[in-house]
């Protein structure tokens, strides 16, 4: 089973998102569009380890 990477937030021009993976033995490069919600994997780096990143804070509400 692969590690887990924290993706940063490389650039941000507010339609699009480009997230790096910091670790020497990755480099993995993703591009996440926020209008389409889709993303482009820009360099695959490590392709074993599973990879997660955010922007800006995340609220969750809940009701029942």
């Not at 021009?13 to 020497?24: D, K, M, Q, T």
């Not at 209008?35 to 804070?57: E, S």
């Amino acid at each position: 089973m692969g590690q887990h990477h924290e993706l940063i937030v490389d650039a941000d021009n507010g339609v699009e998102v480009s997230f790096i993976c910091p670790e020497a033995e990755c480099g993995r490069r993703v591009v996440v569009n926020r209008n389409r919600g889709d993303y482009t994997v820009i360099q695959t780096g490590d392709f074993y380890a599973t990879h997660a990143g955010a922007v800006g804070p995340v609220s969750i509400s809940v009701s029942i």
